[in-house]
């Protein structure tokens, strides 16, 4: 069956009790999204800098911000990074008016071999994507633990911030 918005916070509310970190994709902002999203304590708006890409993007960043995502808990992550692409991260910076805080470079060659083998990139040896997701996960860590910590890990990726809803004041 469909999963209710109300289904929907109660599973993500259970994730959060029973681990450290909770990370869902979605690719739309339905109602049933958003009961996940006002439970976030940190949207990563994932997009390639393709124009159309970006434009969903921009448009779906509008209706977070809308809603009350706002701040540091807004992040953009641009996947298939390929330096040598017409449009720039900072092309996305400016019609994203976010920061783009992390890549993912394109290396389509391991993404292909991990998905035919049905592996992690990180176990397929040194490769560009494992470095990317290491040095992003060090990242995340360091800015929890800066945070005061959330629980002893890279923390809760979804917590309630104060009225519930990511980067509202607590």
């Known amino acids: 069956g469909i999963v209710t918005p109300d289904q929907m916070a109660e599973i993500v509310g259970f994730l959060r009790e029973n681990h450290d ?12 999204e958003m009961a996940a999203v006002n ?3 940190l949207v990563h708006v994932v997009t390639t800098l393709g124009f159309l890409s970006l434009r969903k993007a921009q448009l779906m960043i509008g209706r977070l911000r809308e809603f009350g995502v706002t701040g ?6 641009v996947n298939h990074h390929d330096r040598g692409a017409d449009l720039t991260l900072r092309d996305a910076r400016k019609a994203l008016d976010a920061p783009v805080i992390w890549t993912i470079p394109e ?11 049905g592996v992690p ?3 397929l040896g040194r ?13 995340l860590s360091s800015a929890t633990h800066a945070e005061g910590g959330l629980n002893d890990g890279l923390g809760r990726l979804f917590r309630r911030l104060g009225p519930g809803r990511a980067g509202a004041p607590a």
């Open 39 to 41: 439970q976030a304590h």
């Open 121 to 123: 990139v990180s176990t």
């Open 107 to 117: 290396d389509v060659r391991t993404a292909e071999r991990a998905v035919n083998e």
């Open 21 to 32: 970190e909770v990370i869902l994709a979605g690719g739309g902002l339905g109602a049933v």
């Open 72 to 77: 540091d808990a807004l992040r953009v992550v």
């Open 127 to 139: 490769n560009r994507l494992a470095a990317a997701f290491d040095e992003y996960a060090i990242r």
